[in-house]
């Protein structure tokens, strides 16, 4: 069964935190057990206390109220009896349930109590049984009172004030109060601190965790952060951390076992493709070499001749971008200069005009030219593999506009179309090798599909960033780079795998 969920308000007054919880939850303890200790304690002294009221009254008797039926013609001989009685001590003296005569003893000597209605009532209401009541009169205040039957069918009440009862109570319930509200601060103080020490070891494990979730896991070598050393299996924190441990250590082989795989895929890869690069040299050798003989050729001898030719130039270019990615995959050095932006797009969009006269080229650029620090093929390379992508997947008439700003030591490119966009299914995956929106992989909806994937390697060794922004009639493609702080060299380029 599901629990309600609690209030929002005392959710936020509610501590968050393990720490915070089992220190509040120790003083908490120890707040209801000093109530309990210091709640038992007052309510004991207090019926002590009583008791022992009780005791003095059973030991006085009647003798104090007794005397007093005398007290309207008081003498040597019948006059109050004062002697023995305890300072304040009360008595009353009922007729018919009629208070006759009430005193109260001070100095030795009886002095007269005046009684309200409410007094006369309260006394006319105690039951003759010799038991301790309380009672409350307007004049002397908080009484502890007992009526016993006297000899003439009278009832006698004598009582003993409650003040030293109340006091002395109230003085033991601030003592409690100080005590142990200085206990709880101190508890709490210093219950923290060994919550604190004790959640040590948990808190390694978290900055563990924690570290492991910094780390980019998707590609590259990763380095696993040193295990947790806390792995007492007769503690819990000692059994997370070993599970932990156990946990990392499966995650290291399987991160390593996949970078092992990566790096045999990439030296196959670039094997491969600097194996293949002079045997589809040498067909489009061969091919070119047929085609210019002088004598006559057959026309589908010279058709295939000339698809040959066609297919090993596209399958050299294909060599040549997967060879590419391997070395920036492997991190081979770029080289690294002074390069003009300003200059490498002006070049390229001339280039793209001619190539797609049947697009508008715009251009948009700062007055004075922008230079970045990089390998200035590769650069140009992102330009014009840019414009071609826009150029190969937009229709006759479509608007390509190229930008180029710098602010703030960054370098901004854009290259926009309002073209039908890219669809939505591909956009998350657009700069994935060999991704391409035909599913057919049909040469006519484009090239190999690694353009984009040359554009964002490229771009990430020289420091850089790419994304895009698509709907239909506004794609837009932006590379941020650094901006170059001066014009010598420095080390090379490394990029990033």
Do not use: C
Not at 111 to 129: K, M, N, Q, S, W
Not at 189 to 195: E, F, H, M, R, Y
Not at 224 to 235: F, G, L, N, Y
Not at 256 to 267: C, F, V
């Amino acid at each position: 069964m599901r629990r309600p969920p609690l209030p929002r308000a005392l959710r936020a007054v509610l501590p968050r935190t393990l720490r915070a919880r089992l220190t509040a939850g120790l003083v908490v303890l120890l707040a209801v057990a000093s109530l309990a200790v210091g709640l038992t304690t007052v309510l004991a002294l207090e019926g002590f206390l009583v008791r022992r009221l009780d005791q003095q009254l059973v030991a006085a008797g009647g003798r104090f109220p007794a005397s007093l039926e005398h007290g309207e013609r008081p003498d040597a001989d019948n006059g109050p009896d004062t002697r023995g009685q305890s300072a304040y001590t009360f008595g009353a003296r009922l007729k018919g349930g009629e208070a006759t005569r009430a005193a109260v003893v001070r100095d030795n000597t009886d002095a007269h109590v005046p009684l309200t209605e409410a007094d006369r009532r309260i006394l006319a209401g105690l039951p003759p049984d010799g038991r301790g009541h309380d009672v409350r009169l307007s004049a002397i205040g908080a009484y502890r009172v007992l009526a016993v039957p006297g000899d003439d069918g009278d009832v006698l009440v004598t009582g003993l004030p409650l003040h030293p009862v109340e006091e002395t109570v109230h003085r033991v319930v601030l003592v409690e109060a100080v005590v142990f509200g200085s206990a709880l601060a101190v508890t709490g103080v210093v219950g923290a601190l060994w919550v604190r020490l004790s959640l040590r070891p948990l808190r390694r494990v978290t900055a563990t965790a924690a570290g492991v979730a910094r780390l980019p896991l998707a590609s590259g070598e990763v380095a696993m952060p040193a295990p947790v050393p806390d792995t007492d299996p007769r503690t819990e924190v000692g059994q997370v951390g070993a599970a932990l441990n156990r946990m990392l250590g499966h995650v290291g082989d399987a991160l390593a076992s996949r970078h092992a795989g990566e790096e045999r895929l990439r030296q196959f890869a670039a094997d491969a493709s600097h194996e293949l690069r002079t045997p589809v040299a040498t067909v489009r050798g061969h091919a070119e070499l047929a085609l210019r003989h002088p004598g006559p050729v057959p026309g589908q001898v010279r058709h295939a001749l000339e698809r040959i030719q066609s297919e090993s130039e596209r399958m050299s270019a294909l060599v040549d971008d997967l060879l590419l990615l391997a070395r920036l995959d492997a991190g081979r050095p770029l080289a690294r200069g002074p390069v003009d932006l300003t200059r490498l797009v002006l070049d390229a969009t001339g280039d793209a005009r001619a190539a797609g006269p049947e697009h508008r080229w715009t251009l948009e650029l700062p007055e004075e030219p922008v230079t970045v620090t990089g390998d200035e093929h590769r650069l140009q390379q992102v330009v014009a593999n840019l414009l071609a992508n826009a150029r190969a997947h937009t229709p006759p008439g479509t608007e390509v506009a190229v930008g180029l700003v710098a602010r703030e030591g960054r370098v901004r490119l854009t290259v926009a179309d309002d073209g039908p966009g890219i669809p939505e299914a591909l956009l998350p995956e657009v700069f994935e090798r060999f991704a391409r929106a035909d599913p057919s992989r049909s040469r006519a909806a484009g090239g190999s599909g690694l353009g984009l994937s040359i554009v964002r390697a490229v771009v990430a060794a020289h420091g850089g960033s790419i994304g895009v922004t698509s709907r239909p009639g506004s794609t837009v493609f932006r590379v941020t780079l650094p901006e170059a702080r001066g014009a010598e060299a420095g080390p090379p380029i490394v990029a990033q795998a």
